[in-house]
């Protein structure tokens, strides 16, 4: 059981918009940055919003983050193939004293 | 360019242990705080441990406290993770990747495989 919780999977069609939604507590999410990560099938994971809302650069602007209270969203926009991914959410958690992470979300691209 | 490269992997009995190193190039290794995260088979991301640049200060995850050992060379750019009495349930690919102050772990190596199995 994850301590930030993520549902397992998303859908969606080419063109189409696609939220991601993590949801935490006042220990992580609710106080601290969040961050979102992509893994590709097979490859290891990249970093694709931090701080809540920021893209690293090379990261296409279809792609942002936003937060409210203890949950946190990210937003595909523009929905493409290449974006079939499993997308994880992450925080510091200051009870643990611990990064922790959402199980992911494996997103299809239909 | 950034890069990591994580070696050390392989096949290890329960209650064995086994020692990984995280190579990196392309950054003033000392200045950034690196981790450790591992991913079992077909599940999720799990953070085990980080290091400060210094090496001065260590944070784990419960799982792996007691047993799992992270340290780094400066000298040599090298992180690294010692892993003891190793359980079935630590077998997962182990990534190592840096850490900048809230700029999330950025980025990843490619991981090594672990597996725990008599």
């Not at chain 1, 949950?71 to 009870?95: F, N, P, Q, T, V």
């Not at chain 2, 020692?19 to 991301?45: D, E, H, I, N």
């Amino acid at each position: 059981q994850s301590v930030l919780t993520q549902a397992p999977s998303a859908s969606a069609t080419p063109g189409q918009r696609v939220t991601i939604s993590c949801s935490g507590s006042s220990s992580n999410i609710g106080s601290k940055y969040v961050y979102w990560y992509q893994q590709l099938p097979g490859t290891a994971p990249k970093l694709l919003i931090y701080r809540d809302n920021q893209r690293p650069s090379g990261v296409p602007d279809r792609f942002s983050g936003s937060k409210s209270g203890t949950s946190a969203s990210l937003a595909i926009s523009g929905l493409r193939s290449e974006d079939e991914a499993d997308y994880y959410c992450a925080a510091w958690d200051d009870s643990l004293s611990g990064w922790v992470f959402g199980g992911g979300t494996k997103l299809t691209v239909l | 360019e950034v890069q990591l490269l994580e070696s050390g992997g392989g096949l290890v009995q329960p209650g064995g242990s086994l020692r990984l190193s995280c190579a990196a190039s392309g950054f003033t290794f000392s200045s950034y705080a690196m981790s450790w995260v591992r991913q079992a088979p077909g599940k999720g991301l799990e953070w085990v441990l980080t290091i400060t640049g210094n090496g001065g200060s260590t944070y784990y995850a419960d799982s792996v406290k007691g047993r799992f050992t992270i340290s780094r060379d400066n000298s040599k750019n090298t992180l690294y993770l010692q892993m003891n009495s190793l359980r079935a349930e630590d077998t997962a690919v182990y990534y190592c990747a840096k850490l900048a102050s809230s700029d999330g772990f950025n980025p990843w190596g490619q991981g090594t495989l672990v597996t725990v199995s008599s």
